[in-house]
């Protein structure tokens, strides 16, 4: 059985006010064996859309290769948005060796709730999916149940909305459960009302178009 480690710690700049928050990368980034186009950072994959979307909506000229310049780069825009980034998995064990939130077993999730109290700054968190089983904002339900906490809705229109309170210094953060950037989530794209309307409107518009609408909002 392969155990899956989470190959990057937490990134969160001094004065992070947002927290990007999804499971783990693929295992070829805990192995070290880089697909040409991949970034040695998170959500560095070829595969993945996160970059490419926040890309398009910050201008950001990003190069995608596995250089330290790629990865400057985008260390750079997150410390100048106050973005941080900590996935919620720490490791897993999988029978099968692929980038499969569902093929998750055995799963070790990072303390989050003990994060924000250490970073008074993040009033947010952006789930990369919903809650859908070994989903991000799953694996925070199971995760802030042993603090005896729950999610509050304050809308259940994609994308979700909820708060909650911190137990010990009893701060409000608000949690933000995007679509996620992943090619295995435009069957659910295209499900999504507004994202027929539009496309019904504009022949060219595209899943990559819909998460660049939805993500420019909350970024």
């Known amino acids: 059985m392969f155990h899956h480690t989470h190959p990057y710690p937490p990134f969160i700049p001094e004065g992070t006010t947002k927290l990007i928050v999804g499971t783990l990368p ?4 805990t192995t070290g064996e880089f697909k040409e186009g991949d970034v040695n950072f998170c959500y560095g994959s070829r595969d993945g859309q996160l970059w490419p979307i926040l890309n398009r909506i910050f201008n950001l ?3 995608y290769e596995t250089t330290e310049a790629a990865i ?6 997150l ?12 490791s897993a064990k999988r029978d099968k060796v692929d980038a499969s939130d569902l093929g998750m077993q055995e799963v070790e999730l990072r ?30 339900r199971r995760h802030i ?5 729950s999610l509050k809705v304050v809308s259940a229109v994609v994308p979700r909305i909820h708060t909650f309170q911190l137990p010990e210094s009893n701060r409000s953060i608000r949690t ?4 996620a950037p992943s090619g295995a989530a435009n069957r659910a794209v295209g499900s999504i009302a507004l994202y ?3 496309k019904k409107k504009d022949p060219d518009f595209n899943t990559i178009d819909f998460r660049v609408l939805q993500y420019r909002e909350f970024f």
Do not use: W
């Open 61 to 63: 000229e990003l190069s």
């Open 72 to 77: 400057k780069q985008r260390k750079d825009f």
């Open 176 to 179: 933000v459960s995007l679509t």
């Open 196 to 198: 027929k309307a539009l």
């Open 145 to 149: 149940k042993t603090y005896n906490l």
């Open 111 to 140: 303390d989050l709730v003990s994060v924000l109290e250490s970073h008074p700054s993040i009033h947010t968190l952006l789930f990369t999916g919903g809650n859908s089983k070994n989903g991000p904002e799953y694996f925070f």
């Open 26 to 29: 693929p295992p070829r980034f």
């Open 79 to 90: 410390k100048a948005e106050g973005i941080g980034i900590c996935d919620m998995v720490a």
